[in-house]
């Protein structure tokens, strides 16, 4: 095989990472984009010669002004879309927030209309349902100890 032919084969698929994290009642805390209806968590893509962990510290402290802890990765989804591009999306464990630093948010305006703790059994309602199952994933993955593998917010089928 040609190296162009293989080169063209080569998935290049976009990166995203963001955060969950969590108030001392353990709610999730989610943003609400001022360019789409639903809810979503705090990150965004990664840019050109950025890992997914520098991309979601610098996307939190971009969207939200804070620079908390991010921690371990939860999960890591394989999102293939035609209409949209192939996409690796992560998240990663940013803990709980301490009060101080809740209380130091302050949002991107050209972003994000609003950031609020959530009970996970309002994601349904506030996610997308992809976007839903992976955020769910993720809590689950906190206490399991292990990165999560996804296709499309779901764990994969045999």
């Not at 080569?10 to 108030?23: S, T, V």
């Amino acid at each position: 095989m040609a190296d162009n032919e293989q080169e063209q084969r080569m998935a290049r698929p976009r990166m995203a990472a963001g955060a969950l994290f969590f108030n001392a009642d353990g709610h999730v805390l989610l943003v609400q984009p001022s360019y789409k209806p639903m809810w979503e968590v705090p990150g965004g893509y990664v840019e050109h010669a950025e890992s997914p962990l520098v991309a979601c510290k610098r996307e939190v402290q971009e969207e939200l002004g804070i620079t908390p802890q991010i921690g371990r990765l939860l999960v890591v989804d394989w999102a293939p879309s035609d209409a949209e591009g192939d996409k690796v999306l992560y998240i990663f464990n940013g803990d709980e927030l301490a009060p101080e630093e809740v209380a130091a948010i302050k949002l991107a305006p050209d972003e994000l209309l609003a950031a609020e703790f959530f009970p996970p059994e309002q994601l349904d309602d506030l996610l997308i349902p992809r976007l839903s199952r992976r955020v769910k994933a993720a809590i689950a993955s906190r206490t399991s100890g292990g990165p999560v593998y996804l296709e499309h917010g779901q764990g994969p089928t045999a």
